[in-house]
C-alpha cells in the first residue's frame, strides 16, 4: 500500500498524559501537513514541512503541540498535557513538492481526551 | 475569520437527480480551488478541483463551476448515486502565494435517497 498512513488510528489518554501520533506519507512526497478535525468542523491546518524543515508552525494551537519530520520521511505530531479539548480526528496528509494542489490524506489518528 | 464557507450543513437529494453543493471564498489570493469527498472513519479523498483560469471542469458525473467576480464555487454531480453520500468539503489554496496549505471549509453533508 502506498497511501498515507497514521498510527495509531485511535487512542483514548487521560487528561494530563502526553500522546504521540506517527505519519508515512506517499514516499516521493516532499510535503508532509498536519490538519486537525473536529465534530462539524472542516480540517483545520495546523503545521507543514518541506522535507525535513518545518516552513509554518504558528497555527500550532499552543506550545503543547508540537511537530518534527527529523529525516524527512515519516512525521510525529506530538500533544503535552493533554486537555478534553484535544479531543479530535488529527489528519496528515503529503503531497509532492510540485503539484496541483491536491493533498493525499491518511485515514486520520482519532484522540479522545478523557 | 472563515476564508472557505460552505453554509449549507446538509442537502439532501433524489437518486438520480442533480446535487449541487455551493461554496464561497473571501480571499482574493486563493488561485485554485478543490472538492474533496469524505466517508465517516476514513480521510478526505480528493474529487476534483479548478484553476482560477477555468470557469469550469468536468470529470465525469462531477463538474466544478468557478465563478471569480462573485467569489463562488459550486459542485455538480449528476446523476446523483446512493454512493454519493458523504461529506465534501471546498478548499482553497494558492499557487502565486508559494503553494501555501490548502483551507477548507466545514462541509456539506449530502444524502442520496434511493
Known amino acids: 500500500d502506498t497511501g498515507v498512513s497514521q498510527d495509531p488510528r485511535h487512542k483514548i489518554t487521560k487528561r494530563g498524559q502526553n500522546v504521540t501520533f506517527r505519519c508515512d506519507p506517499i514516499s516521493e512526497h516532499n510535503r508532509l501537513y498536519w490538519y486537525r478535525q473536529t465534530l462539524g468542523q472542516g480540517p483545520e491546518f495546523l503545521t507543514y514541512?518541506?522535507?525535513?524543515?518545518?516552513?509554518?508552525k504558528s497555527r500550532l494551537l499552543s506550545d503543547r503541540f508540537s511537530a518534527e519530520r527529523p529525516k524527512g520521511s515519516f512525521s510525529t505530531l506530538e500533544i503535552q498535557r493533554t486537555e478534553q479539548g484535544d479531543s479530535a480526528m488529527y489528519l496528515c496528509a503529503s503531497s509532492p513538492l510540485v503539484n496541483t494542489g491536491e493533498l493525499f490524506f491518511g485515514e486520520g489518528s482519532r484522540l479522545t481526551v478523557l | 475569520d472563515q476564508q472557505v464557507k460552505q453554509n449549507s450543513p446538509s442537502l439532501s437529494v433524489q437518486e438520480g437527480r442533480i446535487s449541487i453543493l455551493n461554496c464561497d471564498y473571501t480571499?482574493?489570493?486563493?488561485?485554485?480551488f478543490l472538492w474533496y469527498k469524505k466517508y465517516p472513519a476514513e480521510g478526505p479523498t480528493f474529487l476534483i478541483s479548478?484553476?482560477?483560469?477555468?470557469d469550469k471542469n468536468e470529470d465525469g458525473r462531477f463538474t466544478v463551476f468557478l465563478n471569480k467576480s462573485a467569489k463562488h464555487l459550486s459542485l455538480h454531480i449528476v446523476p446523483s448515486q446512493p454512493g454519493d453520500s458523504a461529506v465534501y468539503f471546498c478548499?482553497?489554496?494558492?499557487?502565486?502565494?508559494?503553494?501555501?496549505?490548502?483551507?477548507f471549509g466545514k462541509g456539506t453533508r449530502l444524502s442520496v435517497i434511493a
Open positions: 480571499n482574493s489570493m486563493f488561485d485554485y
Open positions: 514541512f518541506q522535507n525535513e524543515a518545518q516552513l509554518e
Open positions: 478548499a482553497a489554496g494558492s499557487f502565486l502565494s508559494g503553494n501555501t496549505p490548502l483551507v
Open positions: 479548478i484553476s482560477s483560469i477555468k
